[in-house]
């Protein structure tokens, strides 16, 4: 066993450095109003002794708690499967660790955890939150709303659409999906190919929405309408991936290209499409969406890709969040975002689009 060691306290800084007790407090919570020969005396005498502050007593002066929660409106196994997330995360842990605050990470597997996720966020043990991957009429929104704690959201909301009452105040990042697909389409129409099938990530989320309706912009341009049978429903990962590319080739034979809705999706395609016999890109051209390492990078042969900035968007999402709970600005998207009437009642919601690019590799 070992003896417990005492903590340096308040009053042994405030002896040290030779001031009062509420001396050390207004320099310890970064107060104002403490001439710099004396914050330095107790900075010193902070550093020399170890001290560090009670996080407790220094949320009842500072109404601050360092801490935000990040929400991902997805279980467990999707969460730590796919990459992006591992993307959208480091650069929120690198922003928010940047200001010295803790991310807490909250997943939710299904409706059940929706009020256990909401009572957690009204109980006073963060600051504020950052939400993504949400679902179409996922009551998450609502219920963080309620819980009255300052959010960015990841994703283009479903009520930017008006299929229900924004949120004040809400602010989004997301990048430019719909123009992305579009690139994506062009670049296969341009390869000469002529039966470009999509495969799409979930529907009851925007980002595969954009992405599909960006298909459609395209194929409406070049054929005058969009084929439904060169359509398949999937869900964001490889399984789905593979499932969409053999009713694809049952239904139709004659499928040249493929547009999928993210890299996972595209990975899954292409392993059905090496089973099959079919050659990439000489018999059949895939392009996917994200950009993911090393996924689209090692994908036989290397996938051509649309290029987000997924760890860009995580950090912003925590510049944006942390400027809002202190008031700072300077960061020209948060000055913007500041303008009057962005996210107010009655409006949609204040979005920062981030753009895409192609990345052309082997496979298209």
């Given at each position: 066993?070992t003896?417990?060691?005492?903590?340096?306290?308040?009053?042994?800084?405030?002896?040290?450095?030779?001031?009062?007790?509420?001396?050390?407090?207004?320099?310890?919570?970064?107060?104002?109003?403490?001439?710099?020969?004396?914050?330095?005396?107790?900075?010193?005498?902070?550093?020399?002794?170890?001290?560090?502050?009670?996080?407790?007593?220094?949320?009842?002066?500072?109404?601050?708690?360092?801490?935000?929660?990040?929400?991902?409106?997805?279980?467990?196994?999707?969460?730590?499967?796919?990459?992006?997330?591992?993307?959208?995360?480091?650069?929120?842990?690198?922003?928010?660790?940047?200001?010295?605050?803790?991310?807490?990470?909250?997943?939710?597997?299904?409706?059940?955890?929706?009020?256990?996720?909401?009572?957690?966020?009204?109980?006073?043990h963060?600051?504020?939150?950052?939400?993504?991957?949400?679902?179409?009429?996922?009551?998450?929104?609502?219920?963080?709303?309620?819980?009255?704690?300052?959010?960015?959201?990841?994703?283009?909301?479903?009520?930017?659409?008006?299929?229900?009452?924004?949120?004040?105040?809400?602010?989004?990042?997301?990048?430019?999906?719909?123009?992305?697909?579009?690139?994506?389409?062009?670049?296969?129409?341009?390869?000469?190919?002529?039966?470009?099938?999509?495969?799409?990530?979930?529907?009851?989320?925007?980002?595969?929405?954009?992405?599909?309706?960006?298909?459609?912009?395209?194929?409406?341009?070049?054929?005058?309408?969009?084929?439904?049978s060169?359509?398949?429903?999937?869900?964001?990962?490889?399984?789905?991936?593979?499932?969409?590319?053999?009713e694809?080739?049952?239904?139709?034979?004659?499928?040249?290209?493929?547009?999928?809705?993210?890299?996972?999706?595209?990975?899954?395609?292409?392993?059905?499409?090496?089973?099959?016999?079919?050659?990439?890109?000489?018999?059949v051209?895939?392009?996917?969406?994200?950009?993911?390492?090393?996924?689209?990078?090692?994908?036989?042969?290397?996938?051509?890709?649309?290029?987000?900035?997924?760890?860009e968007?995580?950090?912003?999402?925590?510049?944006?969040?942390?400027?809002?709970?202190?008031?700072?600005?300077?960061?020209?998207?948060?000055?913007?975002?500041?303008?009057?009437?962005?996210?107010?009642?009655?409006?949609?919601?204040a979005?920062?689009?981030?753009?895409?690019?192609?990345?052309?590799?082997?496979?298209?």
């Open positions: 066993m003896e417990a060691v005492s903590r340096p306290t308040l009053e042994a800084v405030a002896a040290r450095a030779g001031v009062s007790r509420a001396t050390v407090s207004r320099v310890v919570n970064g107060g104002d109003g403490v001439r710099e020969p004396l914050a330095e005396r107790v900075r010193r005498a902070v550093e020399e002794l170890g001290y560090v502050p009670n996080q407790a007593a220094r949320s009842l002066v500072t109404r601050r708690h360092d801490a935000v929660a990040v929400v991902i409106a997805e279980p467990e196994a999707r969460v730590f499967a796919d990459p992006f997330f591992a993307l959208q995360l480091r650069g929120i842990s690198k922003e928010l660790t940047a200001h010295d605050n803790q991310l807490v990470l909250l997943l939710t597997e299904g409706r059940a955890d929706h009020a256990r996720v909401a009572r957690y966020l009204a109980g006073g963060v600051d504020g939150a950052l939400v993504f991957s949400l679902h179409l009429d996922d009551p998450l929104p609502g219920l963080i709303h309620d819980a009255g704690l300052p959010t960015v959201f990841g994703g283009r909301p479903d009520w930017d659409e008006g299929t229900r009452a924004p949120l004040p105040g809400a602010v989004y990042v997301d990048c430019d999906n719909r123009g992305g697909a579009r690139t994506a389409v062009r670049h296969l129409v341009g390869l000469g190919r002529r039966h470009i099938a999509h495969i799409t990530g979930a529907l009851d989320q925007t980002s595969a929405v954009d992405r599909f309706d960006g298909y459609r912009d395209v194929m409406a341009d070049v054929h005058g309408s969009q084929d439904p060169l359509v398949v429903e999937s869900d964001f990962t490889p399984a789905g991936g593979e499932r969409a590319m053999r694809l080739l049952a239904r139709r034979p004659d499928v040249d290209a493929v547009f999928a809705a993210n890299d996972l999706s595209a990975l899954g395609a292409l392993r059905v499409l090496r089973e099959s016999g079919r050659r990439v890109p000489e018999d051209a895939v392009v996917g969406f994200d950009d993911v390492m090393p996924v689209a990078e090692q994908a036989d042969p290397p996938l051509t890709t649309v290029r987000q900035d997924i760890e968007v995580g950090r912003l999402m925590a510049r944006l969040l942390l400027q809002g709970l202190t008031g700072e600005r300077g960061d020209p998207v948060a000055e913007d975002l500041a303008r009057p009437g962005a996210g107010a009642p009655g409006t949609s919601p979005g920062v689009i981030l753009p895409t690019t192609l990345i052309r590799r082997a496979s298209a």
